[in-house]
């Protein structure tokens, strides 16, 4: 069964120290990998895809095929890090499928 | 350019009313979805469209309508309001089923 897994719902760092936070996915297929964010009360925004292989505010995604893991990851978090993020997984025709989402926070 | 945008922003029904919500964009894509948002629960996806008269059920449809009789526009019914349904729901778009998908700023649904 295809399925993105988010194994944290809550993440609490502190300002400057490093963040990871962790997705793993199921798929037989080739995967498309997004990170999307959703700070407080706004729309979810793309933050990255495994394709585009560029840094974003910081945060870098590799994708391990062996490990089925597509782990976010920061050297150092930021207060306006604070928000809610998701990964998905696209399987490459209409369907889209995310993870329940882990929620950042970024203490001073 | 606006991309996504839904209405209405915020909206109190009695269990047993209909309503409709819109999702409207701009960036002349095929794809459109329509999403609601529950704690813990992630993204699930109720219905989506592949392009301008097409419709489909994804993973929670049941008690929702949606139509797409233009391309830019897709719609989210509901014909009777249940409390399960108080939700915050978003709409979204792409290119194809493999891109980026853009989302609009979501509808606050609440159902007494």
Known sequence: AQRVTQPEKLLSVFKGAPVELKCNYSYSGSPELFWYVQYSRQRLQLLLRHISRESIKGFTADLNKGETSFHLKKPFAQEEDSAMYYCALSTGTYKYIFGTGTRLKVLA | ?112
């Open chain 2, 1 to 112: 350019n606006a991309g996504v945008t839904q209405t209405p922003k915020f909206r109190v029904l009695k269990t047993g009313q209909s309503m409709t919500l819109l999702c409207a964009q701009d960036m002349n894509h095929e794809y459109m979805y329509w999403y609601r948002q529950d704690p813990g629960m992630g993204l699930r996806l109720i219905h989506y469209s592949v392009g301008e008269g097409t419709t489909a059920k994804g993973e929670v449809p049941d008690g929702y309508n949606v139509s797409r009789l233009k391309k830019q526009n897709f719609l989210l019914g509901l014909e009777s309001a249940a409390p399960s349904q108080t939700s915050v729901y978003f709409c979204a778009s792409s290119y194809t089923g493999k891109e980026t998908q853009y989302f609009g700023p979501g509808t606050r649904l609440l159902v007494l």
